[in-house]
């Protein structure tokens, strides 16, 4: 069984740039993540859907991030316009709907703002 | 509110030993509990969970995790270390009396062992 796919693996972008990762889940897997995980920190959880629809975002900086997953697959998170403090890990993660289902993650990608 | 605490940046212990990294949670209702480990340079890879039932959990390479309701802890444990288990381990928590079912991480711990 695939894993949950990531892109680009590494970023590296000048401040008030605009970035674009892209998160695949596992397949049939109906609710996907998105977490930002600075170092030597654990993963903050950014972003839930649950197929196309959005459960929580409490934790996403609306003013500068953005994402969707128009057709209940696969993803987009976006940044604009990045920030010094944005340098971080994004982890997309998916699980099977339910909340005591495991959550399995992506390799991320490694974002560096200068 | 929930949260978690890893108290130990680092563990380090002699190949062959047992080994224990500690974490301690706080949920307003009944908490699932989960165990990842990271690699560097890559994602984080499930380990074990409790839901319910047995407060002794076992997982995957050989760890296992006790539930214990009353202290609030879910220690990951491990009767014989590997150096191959070298890695960076984080405890998360859901209250699932909660509908927003956010999974909250502890810091992680650096479990270091040595040859």
């Known amino acids: 069984e695939a894993g949950v796919a990531q892109s680009p693996r590494y970023k590296i972008i000048e401040k008030r740039q605009s970035v674009a990762f892209w998160c695949n889940p596992i397949?049939?897997?109906?609710?996907l993540y998105w977490y930002q995980q600075i170092l030597g920190q654990g993963p903050k959880l950014l972003i839930q859907?649950?197929?196309?629809?959005?459960?929580?975002d409490s934790q996403l900086p609306k003013d500068r991030f953005s994402a969707e997953r128009l057709k209940g697959v696969d993803s987009t998170l976006k940044i604009q316009p990045a920030k010094l403090e944005d340098s971080a890990v994004y982890l997309c993660a998916s699980s099977l709907a339910g909340h005591q289902e495991t959550q399995y993650f992506g390799p991320g990608t490694r974002l560096l703002v200068l | 509110a929930q949260s978690v605490a890893q108290p130990e940046d680092q563990v380090n212990v002699a190949e062959g030993n047992p080994l224990t990294v500690k974490c301690t949670y706080s949920v307003s209702g009944n908490p699932y509990l989960f165990w990842y480990v990271q690699y560097p340079n890559r994602g984080l890879q499930f380990l074990l969970k409790y839901i319910t039932g047995d407060n002794l959990v076992k997982g995957s390479y050989g760890f296992e995790a006790e539930f214990n309701k009353s202290q609030t802890s879910f220690h990951l444990k491990k009767p014989s270390a590997l150096v191959s288990d070298s890695a960076l381990y984080f405890c998360a928590v859901r209250d699932w009396d909660n509908a927003g079912n956010m999974l909250t991480f502890g810091g992680g711990t650096r479990l270091m062992v040595k040859p």
């Open positions: 397949s049939g897997h109906a609710t």
């Open positions: 859907f649950q197929n196309n629809g959005v459960v929580d």
